[in-house]
C-alpha cells in the first residue's frame, strides 16, 4: 500500500522535530562571527530563526512520538520531506535581514544544503561576514547529509538506523554498524576539515577565507566569496590547494577510511579512481588543446592548462568553484570547453561522497557493462567472462546491479530533457540551459550566467527541484511524488 498509516506520519513528525530542533542549535553558530566582527545587525535574524525551528522541532517532539519502526518507503519519504522543510527554516535568516526575498532566500539555502554553490546574491563581494559563515555553513552541513543528524543525534533503533541510512542513497558501511559507521565519516570529515583550512592558510588566505573555503570545497560545494570566485586571490598554490580539497570531498568515505588505515595501494586499484582520474586526464588535455589553439589565454601554454585543469576538476567534483567565468565560457569556452565540462557535471563525482551527479561508480559498471555485452557478441557462449570489479573490495557484477544503474541514468536523462524544456521557454541560448540544468542537477554551481537573481519565478523553482532530486539521488523524491499522486486520485 501507498498510504501511510497515523503511527508512521507520526514516527516522521517526531523525526523532523529533532532534525529542526539542532538546525535551530546550528543557527546560533552565525552568531559569534556576528559578535567578532561586529554585525550586530544580524542578531534579531539569526536569533529568530532559530527560535522558529527550536520551537517547531520541540512541539513536534511533544505531540508526535515514535509509534513504529521505520519501512524504507517511510525512511525515503522523510528523507525528502525534512530537506524541503530544513530549507525552508534555513531560508529565514536571509529573508529576515531583508537581503533577499522568500524565494530567492529559500532558492539560496536549498543550493547550500543540497551542495550546489548557484547564489541568489547580487553581489557576492558585499555580502557580510555572518552571512558568507552561514551560507558555507549551511553547505559543510549538508555535505554529510541530512540524515546524518538523525543517525548521529537522535536515538533510534537499530532497523530505524539502517533504512534512514538507506533512504539518503548511501549503501556502504565502514564497519558492520550503521551507527558506528556515520560516526567514522563524521570523525574523516572533521580531520578532513581541518586539513582543509590549514592548506588554504598556507596557501596564502586570511583565516576566515580559508574557512569558508575549507567548507565550501571540501562538501563540494562551490559557494564563493566574491564575484569571481576563486579568481579573485590570482593564486595558483590557492587553486592547487582547492583543487585537492576537492578532490577528497568527492572521494568515497570507505575508500578515504581504507586509505587512512595505512592501505594506500588501494586507491589505485578502486574502479572510482580509475574513473576520476581518466576523466581528469582526458579532459584535461583536450580542453587545454581547445584553449591554446584558440589563444584564449594567450600563447602561454602552461596558462592555459592551469585554467582547464582547475575548472575540469571542479566540474567532475561537481564543486562549482570558478576561475573561468561566463564572458568567456559563452564565447571562447563554446563549443568542446563547454561540452566536456558541461559531460564532466553529468557523470559526477564518487558515491558515499559529498559530490553529486550519476556518480562515478555507475558510470564505471555501466562502462564495464557495455565491454561485457560486447565480449558476449565476440566469444563462445560457453565463454566465462569474470564480471567483476574493485571498488574497496572485489565486487561482483550481477545482470540486476547493471540494471539498476541503467535504470537510474535513464531516469536521471528524463528528469535533465524536462527541466531544459521548461527553462528554454525562458531561454533561447540552447547550449547555455544545457550547461545550467546539468550543473543544477548534479548540484554543482558551475554557471554560465544564466541563473540571476533576476531569473523567472518558474526557472528558479526548476532548479530548486533539480537540486532537490539531484542531491536526493531520485528515487526518494519519485516515491513521494508517486504516493502523493496516488493518494489524490483516491481522494485520500
Not at 509509534?67 to 530549507?87: D, G, H, P, R, Y
Not at 600563447?299 to 567532475?316: H, I, P, T
Amino acid at each position: 500500500m501507498n498510504r501511510l498509516s497515523k503511527r508512521e506520519i507520526k514516527t516522521i513528525m517526531h523525526y523532523n522535530g529533532g532534525v529542526c530542533l539542532y538546525l535551530g542549535i546550528a543557527m546560533l553558530i552565525p552568531l559569534i562571527v556576528s559578535f567578532i566582527y561586529q554585525e550586530y545587525q544580524y542578531l534579531t535574524p539569526f536569533l529568530f530563526s532559530a527560535a522558529v525551528s527550536m520551537v517547531f522541532g520541540v512541539v513536534c517532539l511533544k505531540i508526535f512520538k515514535r509509534e513504529t519502526t521505520i519501512s524504507l518507503k517511510v525512511a525515503m519519504v522523510f528523507s525528502t520531506i525534512i530537506w524541503l522543510l530544513v530549507c525552508a527554516l534555513s531560508a529565514l535568516p536571509y529573508y529576515l535581514s531583508g537581503e533577499l526575498s522568500y524565494l530567492n532566500a529559500y532558492f539560496e539555502a536549498m543550493s547550500g544544503f543540497t551542495t550546489t554553490g548557484f547564489s541568489m546574491y547580487p553581489n557576492l563581494d558585499a555580502i557580510s561576514y555572518t552571512m558568507n559563515f552561514w551560507r558555507a555553513f549551511t553547505q559543510w552541513l549538508g555535505g554529510l547529509g541530512i540524515i546524518f543528524l538523525v543517525l548521529a543525534l537522535l536515538r533510534s533503533t537499530g532497523a530505524d538506523v539502517m533504512r534512514l541510512y538507506l533512504a539518503e542513497g548511501r549503501d556502504e558501511r565502514l564497519r558492520p554498524s550503521i551507527r558506528h559507521t556515520t560516526r567514522i565519516i563524521i570523525y574523516i570529515y572533521g580531520f578532513f576539515t581541518i586539513l582543509s583550512i590549514v592548506l588554504f592558510k598556507v596557501a596564502g588566505m586570511d583565516i576566515f577565507d580559508s574557512i569558508f573555503h575549507a567548507f565550501s570545497a571540501l562538501s563540494t560545494g562551490g559557494f564563493g566569496m566574491h564575484n569571481t570566485s576563486l579568481l579573485f586571490y590570482h593564486n595558483l598554490w590557492i587553486e592547487l590547494a582547492a583543487m585537492i580539497v576537492m578532490m577528497i570531498g568527492a572521494t568515497n568515505f570507505a575508500l578515504h577510511y581504507t586509505v587512512l588505515k595505512g592501505n594506500w595501494k588501494e586507491y589505485f586499484k578502486d574502479i572510482e579512481t580509475k574513473v576520476a582520474y581518466s576523466l581528469i586526464i582526458i579532459a584535461t588535455i583536450l580542453v587545454t588543446a581547445m584553449l591554446y589553439k584558440n589563444h584564449v589565454y594567450g600563447a602561454d601554454l602552461l596558462l592555459n592548462l592551469r585554467y582547464a585543469l582547475f575548472q575540469v576538476v571542479s566540474a567532475v567534483t561537481t564543486t562549482g568553484l570558478q576561475t573561468a567565468f561566463y564572458p568567456d565560457l559563452i564565447t571562447k569556452w563554446i563549443g568542446l570547453g563547454i561540452f566536456l565540462i558541461t559531460l564532466l557535471m553529468v557523470i559526477g563525482a564518487g558515491s558515499c561522497s559529498t559530490g553529486g551527479g550519476i556518480k562515478w561508480l555507475r558510470f564505471g559498471i555501466l562502462m564495464k557493462g557495455m565491454v561485457w555485452q560486447v565480449k558476449s557478441f565476440i566469444f563462445p557462449g560457453k565463454a566465462v567472462m569474470s564480471k567483476k570489479i574493485h571498488h574497496v573490495t572485489e565486487l561482483g557484477l550481477t545482470d540486476d546491479v547493471i540494471r539498476v544503474a541503467g535504470a537510474f541514468v535513464f531516469t536521471y536523462f528524463l528528469i535533465f530533457v524536462a527541466s531544459i524544456i521548461i527553462v528554454l521557454f525562458y531561454y533561447n541560448d540552447f547550449s547555455q540551459v544545457i550547461f545550467e540544468v546539468a550543473s543544477a542537477l548534479s548540484n554543482v554551481g558551475l554557471s554560465s550566467g544564466l541563473m540571476t537573481p533576476q531569473s523567472p519565478a518558474l526557472v528558479k523553482l526548476v532548479f530548486i527541484f533539480d537540486f532537490w532530486i539531484g542531491r536526493l539521488e531520485i528515487w526518494p523524491v519519485l516515491l513521494l511524488i508517486s504516493i502523493t499522486i496516488q493518494n489524490l486520485i483516491n481522494g485520500r
